[in-house]
């Protein structure tokens, strides 16, 4: 199975930072990368899909890039909804997930 | 769209259970489904998929052989019978919709437990 990192696991933001996470595959998954966010008690949202694509509804302080076995979420100006846990998964191969990010206000 | 699970509960090791996965608002019948679950605390974890029609399905390694996940189109259900059950699958277990790309989980139900314990 392909194995995720992620990094940091967790960071302290204020509003108003911007913030990357890391997520790096154990062989090349070229696109086949996708972000999640997930705030407590509920079920995890679709960010961003194929490295770099960012959904249709998703605020565009948001974005991925990234491809092969390096990848990095950005969040731009972070806001209080944002404050959460964010997750890669790869799809290259049988799916499987990083570790995640926890993302909490300094 | 919306996926509601059901079936989660208390099982002693060993014994068995089966997950049930409600879809409504989209059709059905023409997107791989997946389960996905998270012990307390920790982070998310593939466990099994099944194409559109259920002739193909996949599993995580620390479930194969021990659960099935099947679909009825007819009543837009996903189910995941589970098998011989340890501590270790307990877990709140999510049902997803793959939509835009391959295994992107575009839609999500809101989870349902299941503690494994004597």
């Known amino acids: 199975d392909i194995q995720m990192t992620q990094s940091p696991s967790s960071l302290s933001a204020s509003v108003g930072d911007s913030v990357t996470i890391t997520c790096r595959a154990s062989q090349s998954i070229r696109s086949f990368l996708n972000w999640y966010q997930q705030k407590v008690g509920e079920a995890p949202k679709l960010l961003i899909h194929s490295a770099s694509s960012v959904l249709s509804g998703v605020p565009s302080r948001v974005s991925g890039s990234g491809s092969g076995t390096d990848f990095t979420l950005t969040i731009s100006s972070l806001q209080p909804e944002d404050f959460a846990t964010y997750y890669c998964q790869q799809t290259f191969s049988t799916p499987t997930f990083g570790p995640g990010t926890k993302v909490d206000i300094k | 769209v919306q996926l509601a699970e059901s079936g989660g509960g208390v099982v002693q090791p060993g014994g068995s259970l089966r997950l049930s996965c409600k879809v409504s608002?989209?059709?059905?019948?023409?997107?791989?489904m997946h389960w996905v679950r998270q012990a307390p605390g920790k982070g998310l974890v593939w466990v099994s998929h099944i194409n559109s029609d259920g002739s193909t399905t996949g599993y995580a390694d620390s479930v194969k052989g021990r659960f099935t996940i099947s679909r009825d189109n007819a009543k837009n259900t996903l189910f995941l019978q589970m098998n011989s059950l340890r501590p270790e699958d307990t877990a709140v277990y999510y049902c997803?919709?793959?939509?835009?790309?391959?295994?992107?989980?575009?839609?999500w139900g809101q989870g349902t437990l299941l503690a494994v314990s004597s």
């Open positions: 608002g989209i059709n059905f019948s023409i997107y791989w």
């Open positions: 997803a919709l793959e939509k835009i790309t391959v295994s992107s989980l575009d839609y």
